[in-house]
T-cell receptor, first 114, second 113 residues
Framework: AQSVTQPDIHITVSEGASLELRCNYS??????LFWYVQSPGQGLQLLLK??????LVQGIKGFEAEFKRSQSSFNLRKPSVHWSDAAEYFC????????????FGTGTRLLVSP | KAGVTQTPRYLIKTRGQQVTLSCSPI?????VSWYQQTPGQGLQFLFE???????NKGNFPGRFSGRQFSNSRSEMNVSTLELGDSALYLC????????????FGPGTRLTVL
């Protein structure tokens, strides 16, 4: 069965520092991978996605992610974190018919310190 | 273009009652998916509808059901509510329902007393 692991429940980063959020997936074929962000009381906003092609994917708000098949990973990165980036981040893999069944990781809560 | 809208935003029910939640997808989107988000279980897929047909289904009991109308709007229903059904219910839509990213609504916060 498909699964996604986000090993870090909480991460605290100083404003201006770089960020890397880890994501490992389990999927039998080429995965469709996503990163979403959720602010308190809000729905999910798509940051970026990987379907195929270039393994380094650029997203919104200055985020990028790198797909590494050999490590079954899809880590999210940002070179300089802003206080407004504090939120919960979810990695997901698309499964089922049309890859519309998203299987989510447990999320990583990002705290940004001044 | 308007985003995914969900109504109502907040709902309080008592055990044993039933509830219906509504989702209007982005204009032109034909696939609608539903997710349940709880602190204990995280984000879990409920079901997906495409062109009025349930195409994908998660591992939820039969008390959870849904449907999609010809205008792509969708409803989900939970019968015989239990305390554990308290959650944020998120709806998402995608354009063609295949290899497309999903866009999420703000959710309906259901509290069961």
């Amino acid at each position: 069965a498909q699964s996604v692991t986000q090993p870090d429940i909480h991460i605290t980063v100083s404003e201006g520092a770089s960020l890397e959020l880890r994501c490992n997936y389990s999927y039998g074929a080429t995965p469709y991978l996503f990163w979403y962000v959720q602010s308190p009381g809000q729905g999910l906003q798509l940051l970026l996605k990987y379907f195929s092609g270039d393994t380094l994917v650029q997203g919104i708000k200055g985020f990028e992610a790198e797909f590494k098949r050999s490590q079954s990973s899809f880590n999210l990165r940002k070179p300089s974190v802003h206080w407004s980036d504090a939120a919960e981040y979810f990695c997901a893999v698309g499964a089922g018919t049309g890859f519309q069944k998203l299987v989510f990781g447990t999320g990583t809560r990002l705290l940004v310190s001044p | 273009k308007a985003g995914v809208t969900q109504t109502p935003r907040y709902l309080i029910k008592t055990r044993g009652q039933q509830v219906t939640l509504s989702c209007s997808p982005i204009s032109g989107h034909r696939s609608v998916s539903w997710y349940q988000q709880t602190p204990g279980q995280g984000l879990q897929f409920l079901f997906e509808y495409f062109s009025e047909t349930q195409r994908n289904k998660g591992n939820f009991p039969g008390r959870f059901s849904g449907r999609q109308f010809s205008n792509s709007r969708s409803e989900m229903n939970v019968s015989t509510l239990e305390l554990g059904d308290s959650a944020l219910y998120l709806c998402a839509s995608s354009l063609m329902g295949s290899n497309n990213e999903q866009f999420f609504g703000p959710g309906t916060r259901l509290t069961v007393l």
